[in-house]
């Protein structure tokens, strides 16, 4: 595709599910980041791909928290056990390599736990 | 580590004045990029304008402008001519090492 599309859009999950949120990034673009944002907050940084491998794995906060990046290309974060402080817009950016000056963003997973 | 800040949390600004946005940065890095992204009510980031560390001069984009102060670890961003489209989010961004981090960011709105 032409940009970097996440889905789902939307996912209204039960307290205690385990949910998968996709990414797909431009393709050809070796570097991926996930990001969650709370509602009217910044961008807390989770996690960042380079190729398949995660040089960075610092900003999942907790164990519960996982993601895979297969081929080099779609990536799969993964929230076992969903808290309701899980509760946010979960982000997608991709850029062409570490260095490459635009990331660019998806349009989010905006995940709700009841 | 490498930390973003921005001190406004909303800024309000009359259409077809000028504001500025406030962003500083911490980082140990010699060699790294910044960035204004913009988030308006569709929640898709779009990238504003760009600066090179190693670059002394300030990036300009149309209307938008920043003014890189790389001792003082200072990056602001300058909107001239304010339109009502540009009532969004914006965040500030430091690339350099694995991340690319983000402020808090400044909810700006232009009145008309």
């Known amino acids: 595709g032409a940009g970097v599309s996440q889905s789902p859009s939307n996912k209204v999950t039960e307290k205690g599910k385990d949910v998968e949120l996709r990414c797909d990034p431009i393709?050809?673009?070796?570097?991926l980041y996930w990001y969650r944002q709370s509602l009217g907050q910044g961008l807390e940084f989770l996690i960042y791909?380079?190729?398949?491998?995660?040089?960075?794995k610092s900003g999942l906060p907790s164990d519960r928290f996982s993601a895979e990046r297969t081929g080099g290309s779609v990536s799969t974060l993964t929230i076992q056990r969903t808290q309701q402080e899980d509760s946010a817009v979960y982000l997608c950016?991709?850029?062409?390599?570490?260095?490459?000056?635009?990331?660019?963003f998806g349009q989010g997973t905006r995940l709700t736990v009841v | 580590a490498q930390t973003v800040t921005q001190s406004q949390p909303e800024m309000s600004v009359q259409e077809a004045e000028t504001v500025t946005l406030s962003c500083t940065y911490d980082?140990?890095?010699?060699?790294?990029?910044l960035f204004w992204y913009k988030q308006p009510p569709s929640r898709q980031m779009i990238l504003v304008i760009r600066?090179?560390?190693?670059?002394?001069q300030n990036a300009t984009e149309n209307r938008f402008s920043v003014n890189f102060q790389k001792a003082a670890k200072s990056f602001s961003l300058k909107i001239s001519d304010s339109q009502l489209g540009d009532t969004a989010m914006y965040f500030c961004?430091?690339?350099?090492?694995?991340?690319?981090?983000f402020g808090a960011g400044t909810i700006l709105r232009v009145k008309s």
């Open positions: 393709s050809g673009h070796t570097a």
């Open positions: 600066q090179e560390a190693y670059k002394q």
């Open positions: 950016a991709s850029s062409q390599d570490r260095w490459n000056t635009e990331a660019f």
């Open positions: 791909f380079q190729g398949n491998s995660a040089p960075d």
């Open positions: 980082t140990s890095e010699n060699n790294y990029y």
């Open positions: 961004a430091f690339l350099g090492g694995n991340k690319l981090v």
